[in-house]
C-alpha cells in the first residue's frame, strides 16, 4: 500500500503513533470529523502571527487596531468553514484570540527577526524514496527555527518531550534544503484558559547528535508500517476523547501481518 498522500508529514507520524486506526480513519477512510473551538482558534491565532510576521519582513507591521481587525475576519471564515465542537461560547473564544492577538504584539512580536514564514520544505527521506514534508512556522535571520503553540496551560517537561519530534524533523528539513546547521531549535507557547492572565514560556532545546538518526528510525517504522496496512487500536484514556469511537467499535484489534481491510 503506498502513502494515502505520496509524502510523509509530522501530523501523519504524530497520529499513527497515537493510534493507527485513528490514522487509517483519518488519512485513508478521509472521514471528517468536527475540530474543536481550541483547535480553531490555535489555527486562527496561528494565521495572524504568519500575517504579522510576513508584514514586518516587508517592514509593515499592522498595529493593535488593524491586527485585531484582521483576526476577527479570519475567525469568522473559519468557525463557518468547518463544524467546530464548541466547549466555550463562540464570544469566549474570540475573547481569548483577541487576548492572544494584543499580548503577541505587546510581548513577543518586538523581539523577533524574520527570515522566513511558514516555510514549506519537502525532502527525499534515505533509502525510502518518500518525501518528508513539513512547514516552519518561523525561521529567524539568526537561522533559529521556531514553531508557535497555543494552549490552556503551561507546557510540562513530558509535553516538551512528546512534541519534540515535530521541531527536529523542521531541523532535518531547513539543514538538507539549505545546508545550514541548526543548533538551536525553539517552541514560543502562548497559554491561557481564558481572555485573561495571558502568559507565554519559550523552550529552547539543543538536539543531541543522534537525535535525528532516532527521528529516521522512528519516521521509517511509520511508514513500513502504513505500507504493510497495518493499521491497530492503540486503545488508552484517550479514546474517551477520540472522534471515532463509536465506529472503532466494530474493528477488531489487528496483530502484525494481519490487515484490517
Ligand atoms: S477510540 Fe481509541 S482505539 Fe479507537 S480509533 Fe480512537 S484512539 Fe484508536
Redesign the pocket.
Known sequence: MSLPKDYISYNQIKLYK?????Y??TYIEKIQTPISDKILLGSVFHSIIEYYLNKKIESKEPDNGNLIDVFLEKYELAKNERKVVWTSSSDEVKKRGIAFVKYFLKEMANFINPLMVEKELEVELPNRGVNLRGIIDLVEKDFSITDFKTTTSKWSKSRVNSSYLQILIYKYLFEKSFCNTIPEVKFKIIYSKNHRNINHQEINIKPKENDIEKMLEQIDYVIENIDDAFFY????Y??NF????Y???D?K?VKRDEKVI
Not at 18 to 22: D, G, H, V, Y
Not at 242 to 245: L, Q, R, Y
Request: hydrophobic share 25%.
Open positions: 497515537t493510534c493507527p486506526l485513528k487509517y480513519f487500536k492503540n486503545e488508552s484517550m479514546c477520540c472522534e471515532f469511537k465506529m472503532c467499535k474493528f484489534s
